[in-house]
């Protein structure tokens, strides 16, 4: 089932997309909206609202590999914030500390059970489902600063979507590809993953709790982009869906009232 976050007039709510009839069907029962309803009288949301993003450093065997780096015996855990997070066709943009700014692509799982020490074989009662993601990152500070915080913690550097696909049979052998302006800068599967994804979230969970709409960027291959104004980038992931987002630059910020 594919799972968009949509707001009519005053109420937010999660429902089904329906393909065919271009509609969405409220999964909350409260509301009391009981019949599709047509797309076009709903605004599309980012389908997360996490208290944190959990993202994985090199837990694809290609990636360290290509950086000279020796694969971690624990996967290695960072943080983007909250405010990072943009849906489908949403704009990343690209900041004005910056020079140059990368994306990879990403499976992201989605919590939908609160969940502490749980088994990786618990997991799946657990997850809501899963999206595609990009892991932004502003690669000239990373390579100046000691911490990831500012290199990946940027407004729009975790856009994830296009919706929450809860229905995934193996996300150990799904492929993903990301591209820009159609070509092709990673192409992989998620069989190269140094953990699982359900290993990733059982370890995260014997360090912290974890929430319903908390979301988990399971790392990503070998391969970067880099992005520029006007630039479309496309993370395609079989069988979860295709994140599309439109690049542009940093304009000078209003100050925040």
Same mark, same amino acid.
């Given at each position: 089932m594919k799972v968009l976050r949509v707001r009519r007039g005053d109420a937010t709510f999660y429902g089904q997309l329906l393909i065919e009839e271009s509609a969405v069907r409220c999964l909350d029962r409260a509301l009391g909206l009981v019949d599709p309803i047509p797309l076009a009288e709903v605004a599309v949301l980012p389908p997360v609202t996490p208290s944190k993003v959990v993202c994985i450093l090199d837990n694809f065997r290609s990636h360290p590999d290509a950086m000279g780096r020796e694969t971690a015996d624990v996967p290695q855990i960072f943080f983007k914030p909250p405010s990072a997070v943009i849906g489908s066709g949403q704009t990343i943009v690209l900041p004005r500390a910056s020079a140059r700014v990368e994306i990879e692509g990403s499976l992201a799982l989605v919590l939908g059970?609160?969940?502490?020490? @749980?088994?990786? =074989?618990n997991v799946s009662r657990h997850l809501f489902g899963y999206a595609c993601a990009g892991d932004i990152t *502003?690669? +000239?500070?990373? =390579?100046?600063? +000691? *911490?990831l915080g500012? *290199?990946?913690?940027? +407004? $729009? /550097?975790?856009? %994830?979507?296009?919706? @929450? =696909?809860?229905? %995934? =049979?193996?996300p150990t052998t799904l492929g993903l590809r990301t591209r820009i302006n159609g070509e092709i800068v990673q192409d992989a599967s998620t069989a +190269?993953? %140094? /953990? $699982?994804p359900f290993e990733l979230v059982s370890f995260i969970s014997s360090i912290m709790t974890l929430l319903p709409g908390d979301v988990i960027l399971t790392g990503s291959p070998a391969g970067v982009g880099l992005l520029s104004p006007g630039d479309e980038v496309r993370v395609e992931i079989d069988g979860v869906g295709v994140l599309i987002n439109p690049v542009r630059a940093e304009v000078e910020p209003a100050p925040l009232q």
């Open positions: 059970r609160t969940c502490r020490n @749980i088994t990786p =074989e *502003a690669g +000239d500070l990373r =390579e100046h600063d +000691d *911490a500012r *290199a990946k913690g940027f +407004d $729009s /550097f975790a856009p %994830v979507g296009p919706w @929450i =696909e809860t229905t %995934v =049979e193996d +190269d993953m %140094v /953990f $699982s």
